[in-house]
């Protein structure tokens, strides 16, 4: 029987690991000499450095070292620009002159034998600036617009907008504003650096590390050879460690000036000072439609903020281009510059933030029609992408709203506002859609087969917590026909075979594509081993006329003429069989438009004195193509709800207006959604396979399952209050 272990859902292969402390972790690395070394952060927020006092902290027990612009070597810093970075501007220097651009920018490194004397001198460490006022405030800057862009482009139109805003008989116009946001994973940023003459290797929590090889190599002036990452596990990221950011450059740096090995572990504070967030966004939406709901205008204009030094581009406006029919669209996109350390990639980066707004302007055009939420947007669907003219591969939108309506039990929704109860408690029911693209980017992996009738595959992809180690399994042992027990999958090794990020929910359609192909040319090499050999049972076989089953070569009806790999490898004098391949899109990337969608349903219940909200329900349902294992992907996509959760009614990060300094930096200030916080979350797959995405048809997860949230919330909050609230987070003054 053949195996066909995609599709089905198979525990974690890594969870044991997991919850026995056997995986291993940035931080947890640990080398013989290793000292450690603490960064003290800049506590202006604009200005420069006037004077350093190390004199008094380098006589402290234990330090080895007090870096600084002062004495810090001058680094290469050569042209780097990765497919994660900004394409517009550069990226900080690190301790190479005495500017401080933003709160929190590395302006020393203290170096000491423990990790309690390197943080006790840090904080002896005497530092006088020359301050200046910054700018921190999106609304107060002035906006630019964007050099370059790789998803998203300044202005976009088709038809007249304006006009048809003008001559619609129903109208909305509304602005939205959502506050910016930190990454928070449970794991922090961490670093441990090793050199062995020019040969550098980096124990670096990473969610790229063939980005981060080559970033490092580039600021050292060495080649990419020369740099080895290393990062097994990832204890959460949502995009924060896709970057190389300057704690990496000053562990190594540090390694390279004291001839020992360091390690470097950023406190949760300063994770909130340069190592990337959600900008803060405002938006405009303009909504115009018929009597009947049918949209004739729409106009989505953005700003988010970014750095002065380089300009952080997403893609906020992007879906009003194809999420739903209408012929005049205008979008408008800018850019903030603020004295603050660049915003990075957080989970549904761009669409989160512009569908927010999106659609909580279609729930209030919804209200001024009259007309249910849901039939409204099933009234605009689509029949292609309107603003490239490509049909879309494959769109079950209609089928998410249909499948979600008959399962929360929509039809009992009272349309009117404040009308639901439950006792003295305001219940409100929202809606929203949710939308990501479906990426693949260039990636490779190699295969190996081995006599004992194991095979190892191994890719430069990362995991941090999805469950690539299982899913990749998966792949592995449909493609071989091997059991997954039979399969060892390794990544998170620049070495590898290079991948893209693993972020942008392209991890699956792009590595696991690669791992297929791999395979496949392995199967091919030991399937054309056998048949070529006289002492094979294949030999001489017609190769289109061979299956795989149960980690064997086998011709249909014939049971005597079957091999396994482990006998093919051994008569061959037990030389393992290898394969590598590339996996990358072709030329129906020109031919379709690609996305997930989705359909989110929340329940709130809002206490009408206090002003307490608390989501009661919430039911996520979505067409991403083939769902490789349902265990993982229902994972996912509550853990992306939990995300939309905190978006809504908790996370934002609060700047202080006369130093940039992030007020709220901890974990008992910055609000995430607890156990307490998340009752009934439910995530449902509509049959799906979109072989033109990928070899696999299967379309990424982890982006589309949080984009939704926060609007279908908020939108709920109207319906149990008749308030509508268009900041994010909503608040409890909000609704008092």
């Known amino acids: 029987m053949k195996a066909a272990f995609v599709g089905q ?20 690395f640990n080398l013989s000499e290793q ?31 007090v870096l600084s612009h002062v004495n810090a070597p001058r680094l290469a810093y050569q042209p780097h620009k990765g497919p994660i970075d900004p394409a517009v501007g550069e990226r900080l220097h690190v301790l190479q002159d005495d500017q401080v651009r933003f709160f929190g920018q590395p302006v020393a490194v203290v170096v000491a034998e423990t990790l309690d004397q390197a943080e006790h001198a840090a904080a002896a460490l005497r530092i006088e600036y020359e301050a200046q006022v910054p700018l921190v405030s999106v609304e107060e800057a002035t906006p630019v617009t964007p050099q370059a862009g790789a998803r998203t482009s300044a202005d976009g139109s088709r038809g007249d907008a304006d006009a048809a805003l003008v001559a619609a008989p129903v109208r909305i116009d509304a602005t939205y504003r959502m506050a910016r946001e930190n990454h928070n994973p449970m794991e922090p940023h961490a670093t441990l650096a090793a050199w062995e003459g020019d040969r550098l290797t980096l124990w670096s929590k990473s969610q790229f590390v063939v980005n981060e090889a080559a970033e490092i190599a580039a600021i050292f002036g060495l080649p990419v050879a020369n740099v080895e990452v290393i990062c097994p596990f990832i204890g959460g990221a949502f995009g924060t460690s896709l970057r190389t950011w300057p704690h990496v450059t000053l562990a190594a740096l540090a390694a390279r000036q004291i001839g020992r090995p360091v390690k470097l572990v950023l406190t949760r504070r300063q994770m909130f000072h340069a190592t990337g967030h959600r900008p803060a966004t405002v938006q405009r939406v303009a909504l115009g439609a018929d009597t009947e709901g049918r949209l004739t205008a729409l106009i989505h204009e953005g700003t988010g903020e970014t750095s002065r030094h380089e300009q952080f581009v997403e893609a906020l406006t992007s879906i009003s281009s194809y999420l739903y029919a209408c012929p005049n669209v205008r979008t408008r996109y800018r850019l903030a510059p603020l004295d603050s350390g660049t915003p990075t990639y957080m989970r549904g980066p761009g669409e989160a933030s512009g569908i927010f707004a999106v659609e909580s302007a279609m729930d209030e055009l919804a209200t001024a029609l009259g007309m249910d939420p849901v039939e409204l947007r099933l009234r605009n669907e689509p029949s292609q992408d309107e603003g490239l003219g490509r049909p879309f591969s494959s769109r079950s939108l209609r089928q998410c709203y249909e499948t979600g309506v008959a399962r929360f039990g929509w039809a009992r929704r009272d349309p009117r506002p404040r009308s639901m109860r439950d006792g003295r408690l305001l219940i409100g029911w929202g809606v929203a859609s949710a939308t990501y693209p479906a990426f693949r980017s260039p990636a490779r992996a190699r295969v190996r087969l081995l006599a004992d009738g194991t095979a190892e595959v191994e890719t430069a992809a990362s995991d941090m917590g999805p469950g690539t180690y299982t899913s990749m399994t998966q792949v592995a042992a449909d493609a071989l026909g091997l059991t997954p027990e039979r399969v060892r999958f390794s990544l998170g090794r620049s070495s590898f075979p290079a991948t893209p990020p693993h972020g942008g929910s392209q991890t699956m359609a792009s590595v696991g594509s690669a791992i297929h192909a791999a395979c496949l040319a392995a199967r091919e090499v030991a399937l054309r081993r056998a048949i070529a050999d006289p002492a094979s049972p294949l030999f001489g076989a017609n190769t289109e006329g061979v299956e795989m089953t149960d980690g064997r070569l086998a011709l249909p009806g014939d049971p005597a003429r079957a091999e396994s790999f482990g006998a093919i490898i051994q008569r061959s004098g037990g030389q393992p069989i290898e394969a590598e391949a590339d996996s990358a899109r072709g030329e129906e990337a020109q031919r379709f438009s690609m996305h997930a969608f989705g359909a989110v349903f929340a329940e709130v219940a809002v206490d009408p004195d206090l002003a307490l909200i608390r989501v009661r329900r919430a039911l996520g349902v979505y067409g991403a193509g083939r769902i490789i294992n349902p265990r993982l992907a229902a994972s996912q996509c509550t853990g992306g709800m939990v995300g939309g959760i905190g978006m809504a009614l908790m996370e934002q990060t609060v700047l202080d207006s006369r130093d940039g300094r992030p007020v709220n930096a901890s974990m008992a200030d910055y609000l995430v959604p607890v156990n307490l916080d998340i009752a009934s979350l439910e995530a449902v797959f ?28 908020a939108n709920a909050v109207f319906h149990a209050t008749g308030q509508r609230v268009r900041d994010l987070p909503i608040r409890i003054e909000n609704l008092l």
């Open 35 to 65: 000292a450690h070394a603490v960064i003290v952060g800049s506590t202006v927020g604009l200005g420069r450095v006037r004077r350093i006092d190390t004199a008094a902290v380098e006589r402290l027990p234990g330090v080895l070292m």
């Open 9 to 28: 859902p198979l525990a974690r292969v890594d969870g044991r690991a997991k919850v026995t402390g056997a995986a291993r972790y940035a931080a947890e």
């Open 686 to 713: 509509v049959e799906e396979e979109d072989r033109a995405v990928n070899p696999l048809g299967a379309k990424g997860l982890g982006e589309i399952a949080l984009v939704g949230m926060a609007p279908a919330i």
